[in-house]
């Protein structure tokens, strides 16, 4: 168990010449750069773009960062910030904070942050005959350019069922944004707070509550690079107030309008 241990922990660690996908905002764009690890500190990595690329002078210490790592089948993602350029060329070479939170991923995944936005969904198709045309109002809990996951306030049985898929239309900084989603997970939420732990006891039972992860089916590069916006703005909040803790999830106001029998979810892949 130790020695598996260990090797977990050797794979969440970013090595040299691991391959790294960096993206970042510049001037109002998501701008990605293909590079590789060439040095690992205690608390910084130095990397290397495959080639120079001008756009890399814009970068300045502080500036948030999302790094994709490839190994082989596997690859990690995480949230990092630029420190600044190395050496005599600022086209090529750069170091960046050592990420805290890496994830193991198996395939092309995204960084999903905490982050309230309100949105609405409407169920497209559905197995049960009936299925389709149910709407309703959330707030999510956690967002990436991937998916993300939001909160209703109704019981598990009135909301939605794995396999579903949705239109959500998802209210981002000035506008919304339409995508269309399937459901992955299900969960009973009224006890349970964003970050997925129980909340503390309290004298009056909670308002039921249901979080339902969705994962984008189709969804336009446009409005990916703006929840990806979305998320370094995040993570410029953060540099800035380091004692900043999300406050739990506000409530939705209102239910969705029809109700449905809720189907078995308990096999589906947590995403």
């Not at 996908?21 to 690890?37: L, M, P, Q, S, T």
């Not at 070479?93 to 942050?113: C, K, S, T, W, Y």
Request: charged residues 25%; aromatic residues 6%.
């Amino acid at each position: 168990m130790a020695i598996a241990t260990r090797m977990t922990e050797t794979l969440r660690r970013p090595s040299v010449h691991d391959q790294v996908r960096v993206e970042a905002e510049i001037d109002g764009k998501v701008v990605g750069f293909r590079a590789v690890v060439v040095h690992v500190l205690p608390d910084a990595l130095w990397v290397g773009l495959v080639k120079p690329d001008s756009n890399l002078r814009q970068l300045r210490p502080g500036d948030p960062l999302v790094l994709t790592f490839s190994r082989g089948g596997m690859g990690m993602v995480a949230a990092s910030y630029f420190l600044g350029h190395l050496r005599s060329t600022e086209t090529r070479v750069f170091a960046v904070e050592m990420p805290a939170d890496l994830r193991l991923i198996q395939r092309r995944n995204f960084l999903r942050l905490d982050s309230e936005c309100a949105l609405e969904y409407t169920v497209l198709n559905h197995s049960e005959a009936g299925g389709a045309g149910l709407t309703g109002e959330g707030v999510t809990w956690n967002i990436s350019a991937g998916g993300l996951q939001f909160v209703v306030r109704a019981p598990i049985e009135e909301t939605v069922s794995v396999g579903d898929d949705l239109e959500i239309r998802l209210e981002i900084g000035r506008g919304a944004l339409l995508a269309e989603a399937q459901v992955v997970r299900v969960e009973n939420a009224t006890d349970m707070g964003p970050d997925g732990r129980p909340l503390p006891p309290v004298a009056r039972p909670r308002s039921p509550r249901t979080a339902i992860a969705v994962r984008f089916d189709s969804i336009s590069e446009g409005a990916q690079d703006r929840i990806i916006k979305h998320i370094f703005a995040i993570q410029r909040m953060r540099r800035a107030n380091p004692g900043y803790r999300r406050p739990e999830a506000a409530t939705p106001s209102k239910k969705p309008r029809r109700r449905r029998r809720y189907l078995d979810y308990a096999t589906e892949e947590r995403w």
